[in-house]
T-cell receptor, first 114, second 116 residues
Framework: DGGITQSPKYLFRKEGQNVTLSCEQN?????MYWYRQDPGQGLRLIYY???????QKGDIAEGYSVSREKKESFPLTVTSAQKNPTAFYLCASSTGTSGSNEQFFGPGTRLTVL | AQSVTQPDIHITVSEGASLELRCNYSYGATPYLFWYVQSPGQGLQLLLKYFSGDTLVQGIKGFEAEFKRSQSSFNLRKPSVHWSDAAEYFC??????????????FGSGTRLQVQP
């Protein structure tokens, strides 16, 4: 079955540590996205990538980094510079970035800072 | 800049009752509009989308939405709610011709609770 997988489902981090969230898709989509979800705030865009080896900052990129070395993979690193990283993180992909392209979402990773 | 407002944070309806979730957008041109649903702890699933043409669009799970340009609205409706419809619903807007943005803008969501 085609889809998007995110791992791990739950992640715990100590303050000052970097952690990497995995996102893989087998939909052959060019574009991939990372969103952060906090209660009452909806989804906020962290980074997006329109094509391999290219990515752009979203609305809340500070404290995060990404890479796009393969079409299928778009990992997100939450660095120690992110002051409030506890949140639910969602990865998505689409065939393009024209605005009319439906985004398909993974099941999410819940990150908790201890 | 484009924006989406969902005025109702939380709505409770009785099972079998009708439902309307409100969504207002801000965008200069004709937007691309989406409604997504999210079950607790899960990702988002597309319910329906509007690009052009008939302003009343049908989606999955018996949902429909109506685009009203004069009111900048794209409200989601369902004639008879089922207990399984309890979830969080997100409205989103796309179309980036003059903004340079290349991702959807989401509203803050409406949490639907269904009473037996």
């Amino acid at each position: 079955d085609g889809g998007i997988t995110q791992s791990p489902k739950y992640l715990f981090r100590k303050e000052g540590q970097n952690v990497t969230l995995s996102c893989e898709q087998n939909l052959n989509h060019d574009a991939m996205y990372w969103y952060r979800q906090d209660p009452g705030q909806g989804l906020r865009l962290i980074y997006y990538s329109q094509i391999v080896n290219d990515f752009q900052k979203g609305d809340i990129a500070e404290g995060y980094s990404v890479s796009r070395e393969k079409k299928e993979s778009f990992p997100l690193t939450v660095t120690s510079a992110q002051k409030n990283p506890t949140a639910f993180y969602l990865c998505a992909s689409s065939t393009g970035t024209s605005g009319s392209n439906e985004q398909f979402f993974g099941p999410g990773t819940r990150l908790t800072v201890l | 800049a484009q924006s989406v407002t969902q005025p109702d944070i939380h709505i409770t309806v009785s099972e079998g009752a009708s439902l309307e979730l409100r969504c207002n957008y801000s965008y200069g041109a004709t937007p691309y509009l989406f409604w997504y649903v999210q079950s607790p702890g899960q990702g988002l699933q597309l319910l329906l989308k509007y690009f052009s043409g008939d302003t009343l669009v049908q989606g999955i799970k018996g949902f429909e939405a109506e685009f009203k340009r004069s009111q900048s609205s794209f409200n989601l409706r369902k004639p008879s709610v089922h207990w399984s419809d309890a979830a969080e619903y997100f409205c989103a807007v796309g179309n980036f011709m003059d903004t340079g943005r290349r991702a959807l803008t989401f509203g803050s969501g409406t949490r639907l609770q269904v009473q037996p």
